[in-house]
């Protein structure tokens, strides 16, 4: 493993598989234990920097530092010096003074974890940066494929929706690559970015045509806050084109799943009674991440101090 993870592409096949493969072992270390905790990172500290609103990804970073026994800072934008002005490097700098051993951060701008980790000399793990990644995010949603569907080789996964702006697709289009399954884009055109004839995923604009032929379908949300302009004529059109309803999950082959990393649209890209149906596994995922960052914690922290 490489010291930071800042994207998909740091990962190979081995670190990703090994990356997995100690989530299921965490995860059976842990079912049925009263106390959910081990002695692992004992003495490291983590710090948790978002500088952009997080629910699932901050608790669960937090909740998986705390499982692993690590001392847990939690930083965030809002009621900090950032609010006075403080750039990200004399904030990285200040982190650095008290000896963080890892530091998990979410901010708006692209890039900004690449160049923390020129300025730390802990572990930098990219908890969604701007549009374009969130490693930590394809991982989980990959963990939840293998555990529902036994494999990921030759799995066919289609991503649907705001691909343009949103790091989540991004990171499980080189991450689902890298493992070996069949990654099929489906948006409007104006919901694609430029360039992505050259991501190793094909391009379709037609749902009612791919579900049929794919074994997981995962919804991305409609990113309102970051469009600065009409992407599509209205949530009415853009739900009967490209929304997950009742109907068009009863297209899918039988054992298919349907996915969100979260927070949903309900009512939008996905419907309720999608959302909350035995074939979804939102709810999974969101536990799977917990273990699955743990995972990653516990590799790039190693288990004793270096
Ligand atoms: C995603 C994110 O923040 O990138 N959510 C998440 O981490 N679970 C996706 C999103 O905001 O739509």
């Known amino acids: 493993m490489k010291r930071h993870l800042l994207e998909a592409a740091d990962l190979d096949r081995d670190d990703a598989t090994l990356v997995l493969d100690t989530a299921a072992q965490i995860d059976q270390a842990l079912s049925g234990r009263e106390v959910k905790k081990l002695p692992t990172l004992r003495g490291r500290t983590v710090v948790n920097l978002f500088y952009e609103d997080s629910t699932r990804t901050r608790i669960s970073f937090e909740l998986a530092a705390k499982r692993l026994s690590a001392d847990v800072i939690n930083f965030s934008a809002k009621g900090s010096s950032v609010s006075k002005g403080e750039s990200l490097k004399d904030t990285a700098l200040t982190l650095e003074a008290m000896g963080a051993d890892a530091v998990v951060v979410r901010h708006s701008s692209s890039g900004a974890p690449h160049r923390l980790a020129g300025w730390v000399r802990g572990s930098v793990v990219n908890a969604g940066d701007g549009t ?11 963990y939840t494929i ?4 036994g494999r990921l080789e030759g799995v066919r996964v289609a ?3 705001d691909v343009l702006h949103s790091r989540v697709a991004r990171s499980n289009v080189g991450l689902l690559h890298t493992l070996g ?8 055109p104006t919901l694609l970015p430029v360039g992505v004839g050259s991501w190793p995923a094909e391009v379709s604009y037609d749902l009612d045509a791919v579900l049929p032929k ?3 379908v995962m919804m991305l949300r409609v990113q309102a806050e970051r469009m600065n302009a009409s992407f599509f004529p209205s949530a009415r059109e853009y739900s009967r084109r490209y929304g997950l309803d009742a109907r068009r999950m009863g297209a899918l082959p039988d054992d298919a799943i349907v996915m969100h990393p979260g927070p949903m649209n309900r009512g939008m890209e996905i419907a309720a009674d999608v959302a909350d149906s035995a074939r ?5 995922q969101v536990a799977n991440g917990v273990s699955t960052r743990m995972a990653v914690l516990y590799l790039l922290l190693g288990g004793s101090p270096q």
């Open 146 to 149: 293998r555990r529902r569907l």
């Open 132 to 142: 374009h990644e969130h490693p930590t995010q394809a991982l989980l949603d990959a």
């Open 181 to 188: 399954a069949e990654v099929t884009l489906v948006a409007p």
């Open 214 to 216: 794919v074994d997981v």
């Open 280 to 284: 979804s596994t939102i709810v999974e």
């Open 159 to 161: 991503i649907v929706g």
